[in-house]
């Protein structure tokens, strides 16, 4: 991705990716259930192995980060089991740019 995006601009993109995401690991476990893989697509195959190589190529803080932010969206305060909050903070937008770079755009 070309250019600096602000803080919010990141959460937006990964957001949206993972919402993408998130559709075809459904669409994964649907066509799984029913035994019927129109459901799930190449497409759908090569997003789930794309998001979750570029995770496995992230430092730990940053699949952390990223899981429990954006995936699992979990409460709030998740990290407070693991951070501080300045240092949550901190190291959220480095996961952040770390986690865009891994996926190369």
Known sequence: M????????????????????????????????????????????????TIEQALRNCSKETRLIIKNDFIYKQEKDWYLDYFSKSTYYRYQNSAMDEFINCLNI
């Open 2 to 49: 070309k250019g600096r995006l602000t803080k919010k601009e990141k959460a937006i993109v990964i957001a949206d990716i993972i919402n993408v995401y998130n559709q075809a690991i459904a669409k994964k476990r649907l066509a799984k259930s029913s035994h019927n893989n129109d459901y799930f697509s190449k497409d759908d195959h090569e997003l789930i192995f």
